[in-house]
Nanobody
């Protein structure tokens, strides 16, 4: 299993931007698809975006056009660029290596109105 460490969360005003990063170690990074999930208080964890090992991406409808997932297979990182943030984007964001059960510890994103 990989060890995943997220960074880049914080407090931002509505309309602002943040960039989350997830650093992976301990497994062959390039063969796995990666994902970002989020969990808001009192809600279930939801899928935000995925990226295949070849770079194909998919997004939840709620973030399409605002968020961009990317990966750097040399640096073993996956990133989530979040623009035009809304208060509804407030959540703990988690990095996941699809199919391996590996999760990061999460990073808090808070968007103020």
């Amino acid at each position: 299993q990989a060890q995943l460490v997220e960074s880049g969360g914080g407090l931002v005003q509505a309309g602002g931007s943040l960039r989350l990063s997830c650093a992976a170690s301990g497994s062959i990074f390039t063969i796995y698809a990666m994902a970002w999930y989020r969990q808001a208080p009192g809600k279930q964890r939801e899928l935000v975006a995925t990226i295949t090992r070849g770079g194909n991406t998919n997004y939840a409808d709620s973030v399409k056009g605002r968020f961009t997932i990317s990966r750097d297979n040399v640096k073993r990182t996956v990133s989530l660029q979040m623009n035009s943030l809304k208060p509804d984007d407030t959540a703990v964001y988690y990095c996941n290596q699809i199919g391996t059960g590996s999760w990061g510890q999460g990073t808090q994103v808070t968007v103020s109105s």
